[in-house]
């Protein structure tokens, strides 16, 4: 997968470029970056990118001749198909990034991530360059690059070999739409708290179903909205209902 970031700050994409499971990957070429930054578009010698918005207002809107340019020079730079291929600008207009999206993006060749700063862009490059707006949820940062670097996280978790043999990201939680289970590690006991007898017992099958249990009840107890729509499993109905029994009780 070929990424580019079209930002005015392109060195805030090394926190994902070269660290971590992420920056590991690129390094050995699983996936590729690249950062545009839009100010080498600008048509004056000063470099602005920004002017005064239309119709007064606070702050500054990014002019739309050099994020057009900027995401031009960034298909021109596709590898793969070019059908396979989207370009995405982070707002909070956008629509909500969700598991079922973080799956849909993983399967593309080429992705270009617009990276508004200011006030935001102006209109016409959204209705003329960029396919679909993306938000990381109800709130407003600075600027599009955090947004930008949590969805290419989640994205590229779900590119092949990102994420090596060890871990899988379908073992995420959202992969399976139910919250996580607790987890534990060494020393046995921390602070006068055990861990869990079940999960010293070796007995996975046992494991594998507390662990369910334990899902079920976290998702059940912070998102019931998460199991509205979600079909279950005989287990996972069976495992409900004794812990909605347990909380009548
Ligand atoms: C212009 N700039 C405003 C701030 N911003 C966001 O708050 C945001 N992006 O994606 N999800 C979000 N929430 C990015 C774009």
């Known amino acids: 997968m070929f990424i580019q970031a079209i930002t005015l700050f392109p060195e805030m994409f090394e926190s994902i470029t070269e660290y971590g499971v992420t920056g590991r990957a690129r390094k050995q070429d699983i996936w590729q970056f690249a950062a545009i930054n839009p100010r080498q578009f600008a048509d004056n010698k ?19 001749e050099p994020l057009f340019c900027a995401i031009q020079a960034a298909k021109q730079q596709f590898s793969g198909s070019l059908k396979n291929s989207r370009v995405i600008y982070l707002s909070p207009q956008g629509q909500s990034l969700s598991h079922k999206k973080v799956l849909e993006l993983s399967q593309l060749d080429n992705l270009v991530l617009l990276c508004g700063r200011y006030e935001g862009v102006d209109e016409r490059v959204l209705q003329t360059a960029v396919d679909e707006e993306i938000s990381i949820g109800d709130f407003v940062v600075s600027g599009g690059e955090l947004p930008a670097m949590m969805l290419m996280d989640a994205v590229l978790r ?16 959202f992969a399976d739409g139910l919250l996580d289970y607790p987890h534990y590690t060494r020393p046995a006991e921390f602070q006068g708290m055990a861990v869990p007898d079940i999960l010293k017992s070796g007995n996975h099958a ?22 509205v729509s979600r ?19």
């Not at 779900?158 to 939680?173: K, Y």
């Not at 079909?231 to 009780?249: C, G």
Request: hydrophobic content about 40%; proline content about 5%; overall charge negative.
């Open 46 to 64: 000063l470099g602005y990118i920004d002017d005064r918005p239309f119709g007064g207002g606070v702050g500054m809107v990014m002019m739309a």
């Open 158 to 173: 779900f590119v092949p070999n990102v994420l090596g043999e060890i871990a899988s990201a379908e073992q995420d939680s």
């Open 206 to 227: 046992l494991i594998a179903e507390w662990r369910l249990e334990q899902s079920l009840r976290r998702t059940l107890t912070r998102r019931p909205d998460l199991l």
């Open 231 to 249: 079909e279950l499993l005989p287990q996972e109905t069976r495992l409900l209902d004794k812990i909605r029994q347990e909380s009548d009780e």
